[in-house]
C-alpha cells in the first residue's frame, strides 16, 4: 500500500501546481516581491545617501584660498566656481530654493591661508572660520557638503602632521573577503531563510489540511481504505516540497536584490562557500522544513479552518523568527551538540556554522537526525488525528 | 441467505459542550448517540434504516463505515471487525453522505482516477467502470469540467460514482436523495434499484418514506438511538401504510403526540 502515499503525493502536486493562483502567489510572487522591493530599497537608500553618478556638483566659493585650489572632489565630478561677496546672497538664496546648478556655498575668510599660519591652537583667539551653507532637503546639496566636509578635515590634518596612521596603499585589515562575506551571510541568512521556510510552510499546509476539513473532503478520503499514516506521510512530504520550492523562490530573489540592498558591495558575495556548505545547508534546510511543515499540519489538523489555522501558526512563527534572530547574537550560540536537540534553534545554529564557515559536523549530524525524528513523531501524531472524530469532524 | 452486515450491541456517546446544553436546555453532561443497537443485513438485501432527525441513524453509518468508533459493541462487514479493522472494512464498503464533498477543484476524470488509485483498482478495471458509470449517470460529456463549476445534482451523481469505483458488495448510503431535485432523486433512486437487481446489499438511512417503500425489504426504526422495530417491508405495512406504523411506533417509544 506504498502506492498510496504517492497517490496522495500526487493529488496533492496536481492540486497545486494546475492551479494558476496558487503557483503565482506561492512560488512567483514571493521571490518577485522581495526582488523588487529589495531593489527598491536599494535604490531607494543610495539616492538619499548620494549623488547621482552623472551629476556635477556645482560649488561656488567665496575667497578661494591658493592652498585649496587643487583640490578635486575624489571621483565625482565638481565644479568649483569663485563668486564675490556680493554674489554670496544671490547664491544662497537659489541654494534655498533648490535651484538647478546650486549644490554648496562655501565662504572662506579674507587671506585664510596667512591666518591658518599664524593660528596658534593653545592661544585662545577664535579660529579662522570656513561657511559651508547647503540644502539637507536637496540629496545633491547634503552629498557635496560631505564631499566638502571630508576635503577640509583632511587639509585641517596634513597642516598639522606629525605622523601617520596607515600610510600608503598596504592592506592593513586583516580579514580576507571570506571573512567579510561569512560574517554578513552567517548573520543574515539564518534568520531569513526561517522567515521563507515558515512562510512556504505557511502558503500551503493549513489550505491543504484546514482547508479540507472546512470543505468536507477529508471526510471523503478518510471513508478510503488508505492508511492514515499513509495520508499523513503523503500531505507531509509533497506540502514540504513545495514549501521548499516557496522558500527558494524567495531566497533567489533575496540573493539576486542582496547586492543593490547593500549597495553593490564587491567584497560579499556567496561564492566563497563551496560546494560541500551548500550540501550540508541543503540538509539542514530539508530536515528543517519537515518539522516546519509537521508542525503547520498537526496545528491545521486541530483548526475548524484555514483562518483559524493561520490564527495558530501565527504565534510559532513569530517564536521561529526570534529563533533565527540568535544568529546574530553570540552569547545566543551554543557549541554543545545537547543544544542542537532543539527544534528550529539547531536549524538556526547548524546554517550559522555553515555560513560562518566553521561547520561543526557532529551538531549538524544532531540537528538533521533529531528534524527527521520529531517529523517522525509528527508524522505519528497526525495519523492519529486523522483517525480521530472529535479531532476531524468537529464543528 | 448468508450474512453480510453484523451490527452488534452498538453504543456511542458524545459529550455535549456547555454552549450545546444551554441550546438544548439541559444539564446533561453527555448524548447517547447510539444505544445498544443490533440487526443484520443479509447478502442482496435492502435494509432501511427509518428515525426523525437526531435519532443516532448518521451516528450508526459512521460506525458501520468506520469513520467514527462505538464506545461498545461492534460492525463485522463479511466477518472483518470496524474496531479490529477498519482499513479492511473501508475496502469493502461504498459510503455515500452528503456531508461528503469533492475537491471542487479537480474534474470527475480525475476523481475518479484518484479514488480508484485509493481503493486499488486496476488502471484497465477502473478505466472500464468509469466509462460504464459515467455514461450510465450523464457524466461523460462533463468529464473534464472542474467539480465546481457543476450542477448540484451533477456534483451528486459524481459522488456517488465516486463512493462505488471498486465496486463494493456492501453500499451504505446517508439520505442520499436529500437536498436533490426531482429529476436527480429518481435517478438515484433508480440506480438503488439496479444495485439492488445486481445483488448487492445496501443500507440506506432516510426519513421519506416512499424510498423506503419503493426499494428496501427489511426496515429498522431508530428512535433515540434504539432500535424501536426491525422487521420485513411486508410485516410493517400489512395493515396500514408504513407512514402511519410509524407514527405509532413513534407515539408508543417516545411517548410523543402527533397530529395526523
Redesign the interface.
Known amino acids: 500500500?506504498k502506492?498510496?502515499i504517492m497517490?496522495?503525493m500526487k493529488?496533492e502536486f496536481?492540486?497545486f501546481f494546475?492551479?494558476r493562483r496558487m503557483v503565482l502567489t506561492t512560488l512567483i510572487m514571493p521571490g518577485l516581491m522581495i526582488y523588487l522591493l529589495y531593489s527598491f530599497m536599494g535604490s531607494g537608500l543610495s539616492s538619499q545617501f548620494g549623488s547621482s553618478e552623472d551629476h556635477v556638483t556645482s560649488i561656488y566659493v567665496e575667497n578661494l584660498p591658493d592652498s585649496l585650489k587643487n583640490l578635486a572632489g575624489g571621483e565625482a565630478p565638481v565644479v568649483f566656481q569663485h563668486i564675490t561677496e556680493s554674489e554670496t546672497q544671490q547664491a544662497l538664496k537659489a541654494l534655498q530654493d533648490t535651484e538647478e546648478g546650486y549644490d554648496l556655498v562655501a565662504v572662506f575668510p579674507e587671506e585664510f591661508d596667512a591666518q591658518t599660519a599664524a593660528y596658534d591652537v593653545a592661544s585662545d583667539t577664535q579660529a579662522p572660520a570656513v561657511k559651508l551653507y547647503y540644502n539637507s532637503t536637496d540629496t545633491d546639496s547634503q552629498s557635496a557638503y560631505n564631499m566638502m566636509r571630508d576635503l577640509l578635515d583632511a587639509y585641517e590634518s596634513s597642516l598639522a602632521n606629525k605622523f601617520d596612521v596607515n600610510p600608503g596603499d598596504e592592506a592593513y585589515d586583516m580579514a580576507t573577503d571570506e571573512d567579510l562575506s561569512a560574517q554578513v551571510f552567517s548573520m543574515m541568512v539564518p534568520m531569513l531563510l526561517m522567515v521563507f521556510l515558515f512562510s512556504g510552510c505557511m502558503a500551503v499546509a493549513p489550505e491543504s489540511i484546514a482547508g479540507?476539513k472546512e470543505?468536507?473532503?477529508i471526510?471523503?478520503?478518510?471513508?478510503?481504505?488508505?492508511?492514515r499514516s499513509h495520508l499523513a506521510i503523503g500531505k507531509i512530504i509533497s506540502l514540504s516540497v513545495i514549501a521548499i520550492l516557496s522558500g527558494l523562490s524567495s531566497f533567489m530573489g533575496t540573493m539576486l536584490s542582496l547586492p543593490k540592498l547593500m549597495g553593490e558591495q564587491e567584497n560579499v558575495n556567496a561564492s566563497v562557500y563551496g560546494i560541500d556548505d551548500y550540501a550540508l545547508t541543503l540538509f539542514v534546510i530539508l530536515s528543517t522544513v519537515l518539522v516546519i511543515i509537521t508542525i503547520v499540519s498537526i496545528i491545521s489538523a486541530f483548526a475548524k479552518n484555514v483562518k483559524e489555522a493561520t490564527g495558530w501558526v501565527t504565534p510559532v512563527m513569530i517564536i521561529s523568527m526570534l529563533l533565527g534572530v540568535t544568529s546574530m547574537v553570540e552569547s545566543l550560540c551554543m557549541t554543545e551538540p545537547v543544544w542542537y536537540f532543539i527544534p528550529l534553534y539547531n536549524s538556526v545554529q547548524s546554517m550559522n556554522g555553515i555560513f560562518s564557515m566553521e561547520p561543526n559536523l557532529v551538531n549538524i549530524i544532531v540537528t538533521v537526525i533529531a528534524n527527521v525524528g520529531y517529523a517522525g513523531i509528527g508524522v505519528f501524531v497526525l495519523a492519529k488525528m486523522f483517525d480521530n472524530?472529535k479531532v476531524m469532524?468537529s464543528k | 441467505m448468508r450474512e453480510l452486515l453484523k451490527v452488534q450491541n452498538l453504543r456511542k456517546s458524545f459529550k455535549i459542550s456547555a454552549k450545546q446544553q444551554k441550546i438544548q436546555n439541559t444539564k446533561e453532561r453527555i448524548k447517547v448517540a447510539v444505544d445498544d443497537l443490533s440487526f443484520t443485513a443479509y447478502e442482496g438485501e435492502v435494509f432501511g434504516l427509518l428515525g426523525p432527525n437526531g435519532a443516532g441513524k448518521t451516528t450508526t453509518l459512521r460506525m458501520m463505515s468506520a469513520l467514527v468508533k462505538p464506545d461498545q459493541g461492534d460492525v463485522l462487514i463479511e466477518g472483518s471487525s470496524v474496531v479490529k479493522n477498519p482499513d479492511e472494512v473501508r475496502s469493502k464498503i461504498g459510503f455515500l453522505t452528503s456531508e461528503l464533498k469533492l475537491e471542487e477543484f479537480f474534474t470527475p476524470n480525475y476523481l475518479f482516477s484518484f479514488f480508484s488509485e485509493l481503493h486499488g483498482v486496476g488502471k484497465a478495471e477502473a478505466a472500464a467502470r468509469k466509462q460504464k458509470l459515467f455514461e450510465r449517470f450523464g457524466i461523460t460529456k462533463f468529464a473534464e469540467v472542474k467539480v465546481g463549476n457543476l450542477s448540484t445534482g451533477m456534483k451528486q451523481k459524481i459522488s456517488l460514482v465516486i463512493s462505488i469505483v471498486h465496486d463494493p458488495d456492501i453500499i451504505i448510503f446517508d439520505e442520499p436523495t436529500n437536498g436533490l431535485d426531482v429529476l436527480t432523486a429518481k435517478v438515484v433512486t433508480d440506480f438503488l434499484l439496479e444495485l439492488k437487481d445486481q445483488g448487492k446489499t445496501i443500507i440506506v438511512s432516510t426519513h421519506i418514506f416512499s424510498l423506503i417503500e419503493k426499494i428496501c425489504d427489511r426496515v429498522g426504526v431508530i428512535i433515540d438511538g434504539k432500535m424501536a422495530v426491525c422487521d420485513t417491508l411486508e410485516h410493517l405495512t400489512n395493515e396500514k401504510s408504513l407512514e402511519d406504523k410509524f407514527f405509532d411506533i413513534y407515539a408508543e417509544r417516545a411517548g410523543e403526540t402527533y397530529e395526523k
Open positions: 500500500m502506492n498510496s497517490t496522495v493529488k496536481t492540486r494546475t492551479d479540507e470543505r468536507g473532503t471526510a471523503t478520503l478518510l471513508v478510503t481504505p488508505v492508511k472524530e469532524f
